[in-house]
Structure formats: structure tokens, C-alpha cells
């Protein structure tokens, strides 16, 4: 079974520092990866994707991740973060071998995202 | 703007008495999904539509139903909804079933059950 794994319940980042938000995963065949963000109260909105080819992949609002597939990781990062950016990130998986749940998403358990002005 | 829309934002009902919730989308996309979030969970799916097939998930109960009449809408019907139904309800839509098909999600319907 697929299965997601962010490490931290919450980070905690001053305004205009690089931020990263970790995530691991566990697939059986090929992973395709997806990072999404809610704000309170709202549903998810799409950052990014890895589906194959470069191991960077940016997306919206300035985030990018970076597909690492020897420490199967797949982190979000930002160069320079906003107090905007506060808010819980989910990371995503889906593989073929995921049997029933083939065509949902299996979320991480969400991180927080605080940032500090 | 093409979006999914989900009405009400925010519903209450009292245990035991079946409640709708309605999802639309502008997208024209072939699937459908139904999710639930739980307080501090992530969200797990409950079934979904490809076209008019539908798929459920082996752990979703069968309090849970699920309507799709046309292309634009589908609902998630309670039958008889309890304490631990009150959750966020996510609707989501993707073009296919393709893997690395994006979905993309409404802003949800708070349900409230007392």
C-alpha cells in the first residue's frame, strides 16, 4: 500500500528565510507526487506535481520540490517565504500497484506552516 | 473562471436526519471525487465518478451515497448521519483517471451533526 509521511506537525520560519517542508513516501511502483495548501476553512489548492523528467519541479506562488528518488523525499521549498505562506501544506501520492485507492490520493497527515514577520 | 463550486459552505443537521451536499463544476472534467476531512486529519476519499461509473471505496459506509445526473454535478447524500459524520466534505474533479491527472478541489462543505 502507497503511504505519505511529513515529519513535522508544524514549521516555524521568519518572514524573508527559505523554507522547506518535508515529506517521504512509500510506493510499490513509480510515484507521482503532489503537493497542495489549504488556508482555514478552505479546500486544497493545487502548488505541483512530479510526474517524471526533472527532479526540480516549481510551481505556484514561488514553491518548488525536489524529487529525490534514493531517499524516496519529495520537500517542498521556497526561497524566500511570506507571512502569507502560512498555512497547512499536504503532500500526495498516487502509484499503480495502489489497488482500490488507485484513483484517489493518499495525503500526508498535513504540516503547518508558520511564518514569522 | 472555470471552478467547483460546493454548496452550502456550511451545514448543520441533526443526528440522524439525511442531509445533501451539492458540488458542481464549470471544469467539464470526466471525473468526480468525495472526499471527507476529518478535525486535524487529511483527507481520505470516499468514492468517485468516471463519467457515470461509479467507484467506492472498501472502507467507505454504506451511510455514504452518492448521486451523479449529469456531467456538472454530483452530491453526497448521508442517509443517516452521526456524531463522528461531522467532518469537512471536499469535492474534487480531475480531466481523467490518468495518474499524474491533477485534482482539483471545491472549498468544502463544513458539516456540523447535533
Known amino acids: 500500500a502507497q503511504s505519505v509521511a511529513q515529519p513535522e506537525d508544524q514549521v516555524n520560519v521568519a518572514e524573508g528565510n527559505p523554507l522547506t517542508v518535508k515529506c517521504t513516501y512509500s510506493?510499490?511502483?513509480?510515484?507521482?507526487l503532489f503537493w497542495y495548501v489549504q488556508y482555514p476553512n478552505r479546500g486544497l489548492q493545487f502548488l505541483l506535481k512530479?510526474?517524471?523528467?526533472?527532479?526540480l519541479v516549481k510551481g505556484s506562488y514561488g514553491f518548488e520540490a525536489e524529487f529525490n528518488k534514493s531517499q524516496t523525499s519529495f520537500h517542498l521549498k521556497k526561497p524566500s517565504a511570506l507571512v502569507s505562506d502560512s498555512a497547512l501544506y499536504f503532500c500526495?501520492?498516487?502509484?499503480?500497484?495502489?489497488?482500490?485507492?488507485?484513483?484517489?490520493?493518499?495525503f500526508g497527515k498535513g504540516t503547518h506552516l508558520i511564518i514569522q514577520p | 473562471d472555470a471552478m467547483v463550486i460546493q454548496n452550502p459552505r456550511y451545514q448543520v443537521t441533526q443526528f440522524g436526519k439525511p442531509v445533501t451536499l451539492s458540488c458542481s463544476q464549470t471544469?467539464?472534467?470526466?471525473?468526480m471525487y468525495w472526499y471527507q476531512q476529518k478535525s486535524s486529519q487529511a483527507p481520505k476519499l470516499l468514492f468517485h465518478?468516471?463519467?457515470?461509473?461509479?467507484?467506492n471505496e472498501a472502507d467507505t459506509p454504506d451511510n455514504f451515497q452518492s448521486r451523479r445526473p449529469n456531467t456538472s454535478f454530483c452530491f453526497l447524500d448521508i442517509r443517516s448521519p452521526g456524531l463522528g459524520d461531522a467532518a469537512m466534505y471536499l469535492c474534487?474533479?480531475?480531466?481523467?483517471?490518468?495518474?499524474?491527472?491533477?485534482?482539483?478541489f471545491g472549498p468544502g462543505t463544513r458539516l456540523l451533526v447535533l
Open positions: 474534487a474533479t480531475s480531466r481523467g483517471r490518468l495518474l499524474g491527472e491533477t485534482q482539483y
Open positions: 510506493v510499490s511502483g513509480n510515484p507521482y
Open positions: 512530479y510526474i517524471t523528467g526533472d527532479n
Open positions: 500526495a501520492v498516487r502509484d499503480m500497484y495502489s489497488g482500490g485507492g488507485a484513483d484517489g490520493l493518499t
Open positions: 471544469l467539464n472534467h470526466n471525473v
Open positions: 465518478y468516471y463519467d457515470k461509473d461509479f467507484n
